[in-house]
């Protein structure tokens, strides 16, 4: 059994309905609060999990978020540079033994593509912003080799993105892989449906992102425009794009199918009500709700690499059914309309799915973290 730690854990939002990084930093936590004293360090936070020591950081405003992100930073950094065994941050910040990165590095939308005369004028435009001199800086820091550090990318595609970013970095990143938890115990459709308020009659299409636009709600309304008129949507989601889509459903014709549900504190029961999970994300580093989805026997119908990065383990007609092209709404239509149509179809890939989930747990990626933190750990013994 790993020797028992204090840990700092560093993140701005500590809460599952903040996003995929979110629910991540949440769920690690709460497999190592059991084995480990850990504090948790964030502007915002429910106390999703018993047994941590929450501590509030100072917040001035949301916005301009990267002052915010600096003031953050240097706010945790005093907080935490004494009394922890080890400080693991799930944010842009230049302290932390243990550096979890969740999203493609600012350096590859600046930089990578460019080259020559081009190359020179993006770096200049970073000079004279305040913003991004900001978010380059803490971003390069948090890759900064030292004995007593470890980077970890959350897929082997965001580690592929990471090293071509920090080309020093390249074999020296670690990739861990966000867990699920199988479901002890279930409601039928029916049930979940009445809880959330849903249609009792027809099938159901589940969406659930807080960025509707990259996630890929405006292909997915235009494919429901084309599937049978007793084909619903269920969204769930922050609230705040909200309005404009629901206008967007009503331009389409689609106001009495598509369901707006907002931020829901867990998502077991939109999993249990829906026929089927559709993910036409434009960008994602992995994609956690694919996994939970399939955790609880819903097919699937994701974004293939390089858009997913879950989709580099899926095997397409067998775990998911991968679509090729995310804005390709007439092809995501296929997809889904297979899955409602094809009972054999729908069956095989809820029994893959589950096993796929079944073989990714969150116990597993928390034995992988233990096994860093022992390692900086001992790096750090002079």
């Given at each position: 059994?790993?020797?028992?730690?204090?840990?700092?854990?560093?993140?701005?939002?500590?809460?599952?309905?903040?996003?995929?990084?979110?629910?991540?930093?949440?769920?690690?936590?709460?497999?190592?609060?059991?084995?480990?004293?850990?504090?948790?360090?964030?502007?915002?936070?429910?106390?999703?999990?018993?047994?941590?020591?929450?501590?509030?950081?100072?917040?001035l405003?949301?916005?301009?978020?990267?002052?915010?992100?600096?003031?953050?930073?240097?706010?945790?950094?005093?907080?935490?540079?004494?009394?922890?065994?080890?400080?693991?941050?799930?944010?842009?910040?230049?302290?932390?033994?243990?550096?979890?990165?969740?999203?493609?590095?600012?350096?590859?939308?600046?930089?990578?593509?460019?080259?020559?005369?081009?190359?020179?004028?993006?770096?200049?435009?970073?000079?004279?912003?305040?913003?991004l001199?900001?978010?380059?800086?803490?971003?390069?820091?948090?890759?900064?080799?030292?004995?007593?550090?470890?980077?970890?990318?959350?897929?082997?595609?965001?580690?592929?993105?990471?090293?071509?970013?920090?080309?020093?970095?390249?074999?020296?990143?670690?990739v861990?892989?966000?867990?699920?938890?199988?479901?002890?115990?279930?409601?039928?459709?029916?049930?979940?449906?009445?809880?959330?308020?849903?249609?009792?009659?027809?099938?159901?299409?589940?969406?659930?992102?807080?960025?509707?636009?990259?996630?890929?709600l405006?292909?997915?309304?235009?494919a429901?425009?084309?599937?049978?008129?007793?084909?619903?949507?269920?969204?769930?989601?922050?609230?705040?794009?909200?309005?404009?889509?629901?206008?967007?459903?009503?331009?389409?014709?689609?106001?009495?199918?598509?369901?707006?549900?907002?931020?829901?504190?867990?998502?077991?029961?939109?999993?249990?009500?829906?026929?089927?999970?559709?993910h036409?994300?434009l960008?994602?580093?992995?994609?956690?709700?694919?996994?939970?989805?399939?955790?609880?026997?819903?097919?699937?119908?994701?974004?293939?690499?390089?858009?997913?990065?879950?989709?580099?383990?899926?095997?397409?007609?067998?775990?998911?059914?991968?679509?090729?092209?995310?804005?390709?709404?007439?092809?995501?239509?296929?997809?889904?309309?297979?899955?409602?149509?094809?009972?054999?179809?729908?069956?095989?890939?809820?029994?893959?799915?589950?096993?796929?989930?079944?073989?990714?747990?969150?116990?597993?990626?928390a034995?992988?973290?233990?096994?860093?933190?022992?390692?900086?750990?001992?790096?750090?013994?002079?």
């Amino acid at each position: 059994m790993p020797e028992s730690l204090r840990i700092a854990v560093i993140s701005r939002v500590f809460s599952r309905s903040g996003g995929g990084a979110e629910s991540y930093s949440v769920a690690l936590v709460k497999q190592l609060v059991a084995r480990h004293d850990i504090q948790v360090f964030s502007q915002e936070s429910d106390h999703p999990v018993e047994g941590v020591g929450y501590h509030p950081v100072f917040m001035l405003s949301r916005k301009p978020r990267w002052v915010n992100q600096l003031l953050f930073a240097i706010a945790t950094w005093l907080k935490t540079r004494r009394g922890f065994d080890v400080v693991h941050s799930h944010e842009n910040t230049w302290h932390g033994q243990i550096q979890t990165i969740h999203v493609r590095p600012i350096r590859n939308n600046l930089f990578i593509p460019y080259r020559g005369f081009r190359l020179a004028l993006r770096w200049l435009k970073v000079a004279l912003s305040p913003r991004l001199i900001t978010y380059v800086v803490l971003e390069g820091a948090r890759f900064d080799l030292k004995p007593d550090r470890r980077t970890v990318a959350t897929s082997d595609s965001l580690r592929i993105e990471c090293e071509q970013a920090y080309p020093f970095c390249a074999g020296k990143i670690a990739v861990i892989a966000p867990g699920t938890d199988l479901p002890a115990q279930s409601i039928d459709r029916l049930t979940a449906r009445t809880l959330l308020q849903l249609p009792l009659a027809g099938r159901l299409v589940l969406f659930v992102a807080n960025d509707y636009a990259k996630k890929g709600l405006d292909a997915l309304l235009a494919a429901m425009a084309q599937l049978d008129v007793d084909v619903g949507l269920a969204v769930v989601g922050k609230p705040g794009a909200m309005p404009k889509y629901v206008q967007r459903a009503a331009q389409l014709g689609l106001t009495a199918r598509v369901h707006f549900l907002g931020a829901l504190d867990g998502l077991s029961q939109a999993y249990w009500a829906a026929d089927c999970l559709a993910h036409p994300t434009l960008e994602d580093s992995f994609a956690m709700v694919v996994l939970e989805a399939m955790a609880h026997g819903l097919p699937v119908v994701v974004s293939a690499p390089p858009y997913c990065g879950i989709s580099n383990s899926l095997i397409h007609g067998d775990e998911a059914l991968l679509l090729s092209d995310p804005n390709n709404a007439a092809d995501l239509s296929r997809l889904i309309g297979s899955l409602l149509h094809e009972p054999a179809v729908a069956e095989h890939l809820r029994v893959k799915g589950h096993a796929f989930a079944g073989r990714h747990s969150w116990e597993n990626a928390a034995l992988q973290y233990e096994a860093l933190y022992q390692e900086v750990g001992a790096a750090r013994i002079p």
